[in-house]
């Protein structure tokens, strides 16, 4: 009996790893990225907090929308890297630019979104200047939280018409060559999510209005119009206001085509796709206006009705409100008239006497 | 011609288009008035006058709050998912001075005791008990006398291991107290008369007379909860099978989920969980 406690004890942990692997096996879904078992606390959507400060904390995750995201595949710890024990200390800021577990498959190296820093740090959103000084109000530069949030799988099927959507058919040409389903439809997801836009146009305009649109900004750094609301006031934008996804976006106008979404460069930049001697490409490429002229995109595209601002706009605006006003009001007045004396043919107002 | 009389036998259709013309007339009308006077695209006679009544009615708190919140929406990263909420006068009167969020001091555990506002009542958890009271616990739902489940939280999806949904989206589990055969629920809504009372008067009671009132609104309160094994353990106050928890289910809640991290490996995990 000794014996055998003496057995038992020398050899609990390997009696302990069995029952887990047990227990893992047993589970009825397999948690893909939760191997340290977050989600036993964080799959509550009520677990969340008011700190001292009085700031409102949510540590809630869903995982099936989490299963749904580009991060699906990366493991709680892949990020929150300071977190090594159940249950943890107040956690880190998540360090977006670390190397994660991931390989890259074109480098087979660790993947990292370290060159999104370096495009942001030569980008008109960097915090430095030309020289390397801190700019002015550099703390309104955005940061990756304030830009992205976990971006959410947006698969396309291509079969017989493009659509939203993971297409069966072409599914079953993947299971030809490959046998893990698991696979199968991240790989679809990653790659068609890919072929497109993760965010609609609208969002995309929300995401840059959450700077671009707060006056308080705008004034600070001496930008010429609220970007957003003006872009708003365009037939793109209310286009975009109906979620149509073929309507020019931001980022569509500027970002240099093929280059990183986070190198947006300054009006003045020669490099810019905005600059001047740029701008035609953008509205004349082959996706949007091919058969326009140059011409076509010198039209102020963040026109506001501000006198200040855009005069021309302005006064052609107003011209047309007192047009519209002083023909139809009157012309509309003389047959609102005339239709109520055939309503009332004996109706009179009576004066006082 | 003037003295003629006037021609009134018209067709009903000259009748349809002069109305048509007069809902035209009204909107161009309404169009040009708006242009004129609060549109950005004209001169904005009155938008000086609007911005000033904007000024007067505005709350930096409630702009505060509401930065805040959108901020922690970023912050978080995770995306957030919206799940109903009872309407203010349903709510228990707790609300009235308390959040979904109401614990702070313990720090190491606030959040996971908050995430239990989903589950059951605050007085699920800090009802005084008497011994010369019998308290019961049962489902409630103020929008159902009798409600039937299956509620959230009492299983499992077979299929992704999540807790399952459900439809009914309100109810939670709440202390009643039972007089023989009756129950009477030991929760008050915000729309009772003594709360409803309460909140038309306190802006008018002295510091002193709130606190008073307050108190009274306490009386079978207690300021600390529950500890973890008093429902996380076998034979706990909740009944979990009556309750209709599902046996997988019950299991977890009873042996190995979050309690037994916080309880049975307290020793050499988190020596001082419950010291502060």
Known sequence: ????????????????????????????????????????????PGISRVDENGDLRLFYVNEDIFNNSVHAKVNCEGCHTDIKKVPHDPAKKVDCLIECHITEPSTETKFSHK?????????????????????????????????HDNPLYRPLSFFKKVRYGVSEASLGRCRVCHKKDEFIYRFYNHVTTRLHKSRNPLNIAEVCARCHNNPEIVARHNLSTKAVYSYGETFHGKAARFLDERIPDCLDCHVRKGESVHQMLANDNPLSSTHKDNRSKICTNMDCHPSATPKFATYSVHAEF???????????TFFFIVLTGGTLLPLMGIIFLDCIRRLFPHAVIKRRK | MPGEPKR????????????????????????????????????????????????????AILEEVRRQEEYEKHRHFHNIVDYPALPESSR????????????????????????????????????????????????YNPFNENPAGPFFGTSYNQETGNLAEVEDQFSKIAPYFRYGDNLDLAIK?????????????RDKLTPEQRDNVKKKFHVNIKAKGHECKACHAKEGILNFKKLGFAINR?????????KGMVTKYEKFYIPKLFSD
């Open chain 2, 92 to 139: 228990p009167v707790c609300y009235i001075c308390h959040s979904d969020y109401p614990h702070s001091k313990n720090k190491k555990v606030r959040a996971l005791l908050n995430m239990h506002t989903q589950f059951f009542v605050c007085e699920t958890c800090h009802i005084e008990e008497r011994e010369d009271t019998d308290i019961v616990y049962k489902w």
């Open chain 1, 306 to 316: 501000n006198k200040t601002q855009s005069p021309v706009q302005y006064y052609f």
């Open chain 2, 8 to 59: 009134l036998d018209h067709p009903k259709s000259v009748y349809v288009i002069g109305f048509i013309f007069k809902i035209i007339t009204i909107a161009v009308l309404i169009g040009v008035t708006y242009q004129i006077t609060f549109s950005h695209h004209g001169p904005g006679l009155l938008i000086p006058v609007q911005k000033k009544i904007e000024a007067q009615q505005k709350s």
């Open chain 1, 1 to 44: 009996m000794k014996y055998a406690r003496q057995v038992l004890r020398k050899h609990v942990n390997i009696i302990i790893v069995f029952i887990s692997i047990l227990l893992f096996n047993f589970t009825p879904a397999v948690f893909a990225a939760d191997i340290g078992n977050c989600l036993l606390c964080h799959k509550y």
């Open chain 1, 115 to 147: 060159d999104a820093e370096f495009f942001l740090a030569n980008s008109v959103h960097s915090t430095k200047d030309k020289d390397g000084n801190p700019k002015q109000f550099a703390e309104d530069m955005p940061t990756c939280k304030n830009c």
């Open chain 2, 189 to 201: 809504a915000q729309d009772a008369p003594l709360a409803m009372d309460y909140m038309n008067v």
């Open chain 2, 250 to 258: 019950i299991v977890d809640l009873e042996q190995l989920n979050i």
